[in-house]
């Protein structure tokens, strides 16, 4: 797995003479705000789709154009892009950014607004048991799933996860001179998925809107070094997604949920108050 910044700054960072105990601060501060970016490496567990259109409708070969059926068990992959940075818009790529704000001298608490940039991709050329009906029809069999076929389906404008997460960092090792920390932090929170979704559906292709589909909860735990002004994360994250309004073909919405796991590496800013 390659990521656009090497993993190992981090702990070159880290490992200048973290072997004395922590001096107090030099100054009393009201907090720090910080805001970092980074990108991210995804995984994700096998989802079972549900599709579903109540159109009375008919197409031009007088079929009704309703459909209610269920892909089981389908497998989907991230793009990350990180091949295209040096030649494209950072926010091409699989990126995330924080926003937080510790709240004391120690900074072991903060708050952080956190999102994902997280794309979700249906593996093509798979094969899915389908059940449902289809334009009036009832299905019960395995079905291979590609454009070719009958359908692509992929969140690869991003499945977007905004969450509040609250923070908790514990430090465990400081410089001598106490301008460099090193500490392991864990998040947990909880907020909402907001997808655009590329869809093609018996012969019609949708690149949709943004928009709220469900909800996300998730944790995430790892490392950070500080100096005064700079920090740097390296973590890894799981997240519940469950999607209950994604948009379709005409009318027709699709629902699934599905277990991530992200490896995410940012760089950011702090500033005291």
Same mark, same amino acid.
């Given at each position: ?95 995330? !950014?924080?926003?937080? $704000?510790? %709240? ?9 607004? /956190? @999102?994902?940039? #997280? ?105 950070? !070094?500080?100096?005064? $002004?700079? %920090? ?9 997604? /469950? @999607?209950?309004? #994604? ?27």
């Amino acid at each position: 797995m390659k990521y656009p910044f090497p993993v190992f700054f981090l702990f070159f960072f880290a490992s200048i003479n973290f072997f004395a105990q922590e001096a107090p601060p030099v100054k009393s501060e009201k907090g720090r705000f910080y805001f970092s970016w980074g990108y991210n490496k995804d995984w994700f567990s096998k989802s079972d789709i549900h599709f579903k259109n109540s159109s009375t409708e008919y197409d031009s070969e007088n079929q009704v154009k309703s459909y209610d059926f269920i892909l089981y068990n389908i497998e989907a992959k991230d793009r990350p892009g990180f091949k295209d940075i040096p030649n494209t818009e950072l926010t091409i790529p699989q990126y995330v !950014y924080r926003i937080g $704000y510790y %709240f004391n001298d120690k900074r072991d608490l903060a708050i952080e607004l /956190n @999102f994902d940039h #997280v794309k979700y991709v249906m593996r093509d050329w798979q094969t899915a048991r389908l059940k449902g009906t289809i334009h009036g029809q009832y299905y019960d069999l395995d079905t291979m799933i590609s454009p070719d076929n009958f359908l692509a389906f992929e969140h690869s404008d991003g499945a977007n996860f905004l969450l509040l997460n609250i923070v908790k960092r514990h430090k465990l090792l400081n410089s001598k001179n106490t301008r460099h920390h090193l500490s392991a932090i864990i998040k947990v929170g909880a907020g909402i998925g907001i997808p655009k979704t590329r869809v093609q559906l018996f012969g019609e292709t949708l690149d949709n809107r943004f928009h709220v589909a469900g909800f996300i909860a998730g944790s995430e735990g790892g490392l950070r !070094y500080d100096s005064r $002004y700079f %920090f740097a994360e390296y973590t890894a994250k799981g997240s519940f997604a /469950n @999607f209950t309004n #994604v948009l379709v073909i005409g009318e027709g919405k699709a629902s699934h949920h599905f277990w991530t796991l992200e490896n995410i590496l940012t760089i950011g800013l702090q500033f005291p108050l």
